[in-house]
């Protein structure tokens, strides 16, 4: 069983950029859909991006196209969320998980394997 360690979170400005990183342990990393996902305060927890195991295909949420990229490294075991443009409301703590589903990727339900998530804090 593959576990995710994410990091790359922190403070910045509105405006700047971070990349959120996922660390997986484990040899299966390479087989699993990735996912991206946040939760703001009192707010659910919502779909971000996903990514293919080969990497060959990627989708996102319609309200992070365009700022959000999501990408995987699989030599390194690694999977990355690059985030331009940051607001405010981008404020939230990200959470990256692995899933066998790729057909249901923007379910958080079909993901078996999360990671502690990292904080990511915009301000105006």
């Known amino acids: 069983q593959v576990q995710l360690v994410e990091s790359g979170g922190g403070l910045v400005q509105a405006g700047g950029s971070l990349r959120l990183s996922c660390q997986a342990s484990?040899?299966?990393?390479?087989?699993?859909?990735m996912g991206w996902f946040r939760q703001a305060p009192r707010k659910e927890r919502e779909f971000l991006a996903a990514i293919s195991w080969s990497g060959g295909s990627t989708s996102y949420a319609d309200s992070v196209k365009g700022r959000f990229t999501i990408s995987r490294d699989n030599a390194k075991n690694s999977a990355y969320l690059q985030i331009d443009s940051l607001k405010p409301e981008d404020t939230a703590v990200y959470y990256c998980?692995?899933?066998?589903?790729?057909?249901?990727?923007?379910?958080?339900?079909?993901?078996?394997?999360w990671g502690q998530g990292t904080q990511v804090t915009v301000s105006s």
């Open positions: 998980a692995a899933t066998n589903d790729y057909i249901n990727y923007a379910n958080q339900k079909h993901y078996h394997t």
């Open positions: 484990g040899r299966t990393f390479r087989s699993y859909t």
